[in-house]
């Protein structure tokens, strides 16, 4: 229970970063791709102010049923915050990690919510990131915030991917040059 969001049943955000960081691990001593979804839902404020935080919650609630779906069944999901999500993809590349959160994506934006006869329309915006063997979690974390801001400037209701070395790794690679 203590590991659990309650509202939706997946990870909580301390459950994930636990997660996360074991994953990391892993990835770097084997050298497996590891992905990291993070996504938002879009506009949540406007639905819970027009429906109410009762029906802002049914939606939360179809959102993670829609990430399930999309999702393989070795991936984890975590609640990071109120209405943001995330994805931990293990053994998936960057560009594989694209494809499935545009699953979610789509999916999300094709499902209707419907609470006390009302029929709630929502969509996400969703960034990507590949953990780079050098990386932490802190790092991973926030490459993939950076390319969910860069969707939400990109307009809402789209995917990016962060493609750029991470900041830990830059300073390692200009350590080990040096050095």
Known sequence: MASTDKLTGIYNRQAFDILLSQAIKEAGRRGD??????????????IN????????DAVLKNLVKNMERSVRKSDALGRWGG???MALLHGCTLDDAFLIAEKIRIAV????????????????????AQYQECESPESLLNRADIALYKAKEGG??????????????LLENAFNKDG
């Open 109 to 128: 934006g094709s499902s209707v919510t419907t609470y006390n006869q009302l029929a709630i329309q929502a969509a996400v915006s969703i960034g990507v």
């Open 33 to 46: 791709p590891l992905s990291l979804i993070m996504l938002d839902l879009d506009h949540f404020k406007k």
């Open 49 to 56: 102010d027009s429906f109410g935080h009762l029906a802002g």
């Open 83 to 85: 209405e943001e999500f």
């Open 156 to 169: 809402r209701n789209r995917t990016e991917k962060h493609t750029g070395e991470p900041s830990d790794c």
